[in-house]
């Protein structure tokens, strides 16, 4: 997983987030000019984020080791085609019944490689859900606790392209929340959830196997 496809979530929470918290002292909020705003820089926030960048380094590995066992398979795949073909065109079974039974093994595994197929795709999105529920969950607390002190009554969000063409760098709170949310994260990402998906599809690519 990409971390721009986490980004769209990100945003997602910060364009959600409009807090009617107190005001604080700051030197940022007493200025009334600034209307008591603030933004975060998504982009620089999913950069330098760890849980965020751990998150999609383990979802990514997963992926890549799901893929190259089914990519194993499918050519074992092939390699079984190709055998049948050439005994097909050359007469290399001695009956009809042979070459009809084999065939029907061929499309037999075809089956299995294609539900496989679906079963691996299926599972990698339920965790991909989960890794952006426990993101968002977490943005969304921090967030929450950071503006408990920081007082704004509105924090947006900003990206590169998006709806904030121009924004004075001193309503930029990107670095401090980042600091916020790196400090809370203690560099454990995994979870019951995501070990439960682990041996579940373990147990689904060791299953096919075996077939």
Request: negative net charge.
């Amino acid at each position: 997983m990409k971390s721009k496809y986490l980004t769209l979530w990100v945003i997602l929470v910060l364009s959600l987030v409009a807090c009617n918290q107190p005001q604080s002292n700051s030197t940022k909020n007493a200025d009334s000019s600034t209307g008591n705003i603030a933004y975060v820089n998504v982009d620089t926030l999913m950069e330098k984020y760890q849980f965020a960048k751990d998150l999609n380094e383990e979802f990514t590995k997963k992926q890549e080791n799901m893929t190259a066992d089914l990519n194993v398979k499918a050519r074992k795949f092939e390699d079984m085609v190709k055998s049948f073909q050439y005994r097909l065109q050359n007469n290399g079974f001695a009956s009809r019944t042979r070459a009809e039974n084999e065939q029907k093994q061929i499309e037999k595994k075809r089956q299995e490689l294609m539900e496989l197929d679906q079963t691996l795709k299926n599972e990698l999105s339920e965790e991909y859900q989960a890794i952006i529920t426990r993101l968002q969950d977490t943005i969304s607390k921090e967030l929450e606790l950071f503006n408990e002190k920081a007082g704004y009554d509105l924090i947006l969000r900003t990206t590169k392209g998006g709806n904030v063409l121009y924004g004075k760098p001193e309503l930029d709170i990107t670095e401090e929340f980042v600091n916020q949310l790196n400090k809370g994260y203690k560099g454990d990402v995994s979870d019951d959830d995501s070990n439960d998906m682990k041996v579940s599809t373990e147990e689904t690519i060791e299953g096919n196997t075996e077939k």
